[in-house]
């Protein structure tokens, strides 16, 4: 059974409550797996349940975003349409007695890493990403009193900055290579950070583990997804592109340490 964990609460109630029965639709489906041979009326029906929800639930999530006019609302239609796609995709197939039941394994294999993933990397800053005097800027606010994650923190703040320095550096010609060259080693460092602060929980027996690899993992993916290269295929559009991308890296940042990681060190 897939549990709609603490974690995953977002803090906006009619939100939370829709996750929480995505996550029951999720267990249905999850029952019907043990069903050999599954009839295939049984998986469109989840397929058909499942999209209709979603529908619903996006525009829930968009009309909310939009009310409070927030910057991460764009991003997130793009995440919507291209689940949506992706379960289009699947109510397409032709469903029988023989694939019904392997076709249902890879509908919940995309679905719960989908799900938590979008919660924890993405629904997670909604209503997050409001104006600060320097967003990017380590702060007493954000120290655990745990030294090491403290200054590992204190470094991914760091290339951030950097990155969004050269974003906005409109003197420097040739300058993309540059912020490739350290958006790969964001990817590579917060993969390391990741790594240490998850050995130091399990030293200390932290009883919050779970939850951090989830949001670990989820952000890992996100930020895995972000591919630089493409930029000249959106030309037009490559500073709005990047300006969000610094947006989400340094919003998610803030809100992980200062909702999860400082209670480590309590």
Partial sequence: MYQFTEDCLIGIPKIDEEHRKLFGLINEAADLLSVTPLAPANVQKILSELNSYVATHFAHEEAYMAEINDPELPQQQREHKA????????????????????????????????????????????????????????????RTGIEQIDQEHEHLFEIVRETNDLIHNNLLHDKYDEIIHLINELKEYTRFHFSDEEAYMESINYPGLDAQKRAHTAFVDRIMEIDIDTLDEIDDHQQEYLEELITFLAGWLTNHILKMDKAIGC
């Fill in 83 to 142: 689940f949506s796609k992706r379960i289009s995709e699947f109510r397409s197939q032709e469903i029988t007695m023989e694939n019904s039941n392997a076709l249902l394994n890879e509908i919940m294999s995309f679905l719960v890493r989908w799900l938590y993933r979008h919660i924890l990397s993405s629904d997670m800053m909604i209503g997050k990403l409001t104006p600060k005097e320097d967003p990017f800027a380590f702060t007493n606010i954000y």
